[in-house]
């Protein structure tokens, strides 16, 4: 018993670089900051009092103590500010969070008032908001409680540029490649349990909605069994995604198959943000041992044998 909870421990707490952190806190914080600038122009038909859906709407079905943007409008009305100025002042501020976030500049604190004022967006908008903003708020929140401004940051150039191994950095990097484990896995057991991903509907389904279709795929009626193998292939890479992306011989090509399956959503459904986060947040937990495993390929590739070394062994020139 002793030398499983000895591996258990040192599963979760073997001190590791906080790099792949740095790259999430990066990622993320550019992601968010896109996702934003694209936004930017729509505020007041997105989240504004009268936009598509009034706050008086959006109100009524959110947690009492849910921040929301009628809160700070209330708050903030007295000093001559009003509702579109509240919603543009914290559109401002969130974007001078993110951006405080990429640079690694008092990094948690960026981490925490982007997190704080995209909880307000997202309770001002839950009746149109999807997976890609409960994603992004998660990611937020990991960058918040993560040590993820210890590497590629100001502050830890402030503190003397070193990227120090620590145990909490390795508990971290377990926290996110558990979730991404639970979220696949649970996914894909509940497609498995319906019979729409077994008979190919699912796929076509998706495929043919107005709002997804980004081209005519009319012809895979004749060819159902396309739809049939994408299905059947979805179901296998998301069950079997916490089984292979934990087994050596079989992580990378995990991390390549879930990548591309994130690529198909965006290229055939349109959903290229959503796609974009999630193969963040893969690649920042995983992609490791791919990094890894590249540069040891680059490094026997440019090594060559040298005739001063003795017994032919190779040297890297």
């Known amino acids: 018993m002793k030398p ?23 990622a993320v914080a550019a ?20 936009g598509y859906i009034q706050w008086i709407l959006t109100d009524a079905f959110a947690q009492e103590y849910m921040p929301r943007l009628s809160w700070f409008a209330d708050k903030l009305f007295p000093f001559g500010i009003t509702p579109d100025g509240t919603l543009y002042l914290l559109f401002g501020a969130y974007i001078f969070s993110l951006f405080g976030l990429l640079i690694g500049w008092n990094t948690r604190w960026m981490a925490l008032g982007a997190w704080l004022i995209h909880l307000t967006f997202i309770k001002s908008s839950s009746l ?6 409960a994603f992004t708020h998660i990611a937020l929140f990991y960058c918040f409680l993560f040590p993820t401004g210890k590497s590629f940051s100001i502050d830890s150039w402030i503190r003397g540029g070193t990227s120090q191994a620590t145990p909490f950095a390795t508990t971290s990097i377990r926290i996110l490649q558990l979730h991404l484990c639970i979220v696949y896995f649970t996914g894909g057991i509940g497609k498995a349990l319906g019979p729409t991903w077994w008979n190919g509907e699912a796929i076509w389904t998706a495929l043919m909605q107005p709002q997804f279709m980004q081209m005519d795929m009319t012809w895979m009626s004749e060819y159902i069994f396309i739809a049939q193998i994408l ?29 591309c399956l994130h690529l198909g959503i965006a290229i055939f459904l349109g959903l290229s943000l959503f796609a974009s986060l999630m193969i963040i947040l893969n690649v920042s937990a995983f992609g ?9 390929t680059t490094i026997q590739v440019f090594k060559k044998p040298n005739s001063l070394s003795p017994k032919g062994t190779l040297a890297v020139r």
């Open 128 to 133: 149109t908001t999807y997976g890609v903003e």
């Open 4 to 26: 499983l909870t000895n591996s258990i421990t040192q599963f979760f707490t073997a001190p590791s670089s906080p790099q792949p952190l740095g790259f999430f806190r990066i």
């Open 31 to 50: 992601f968010a900051l896109i996702q934003a600038l694209l936004l930017g122009n729509h505020l007041i038909e997105l989240y504004g009092n009268y």
């Open 288 to 296: 490791g041992s791919l990094v890894k495993s590249f540069k040891s």
């Open 231 to 259: 299905c059947w292939s979805t179901l296998i890479v998301e069950i079997g995604y916490p089984f292979f992306i934990y087994y050596s011989k079989t992580r990378n090509f995990m991390l390549v198959s879930i990548v």
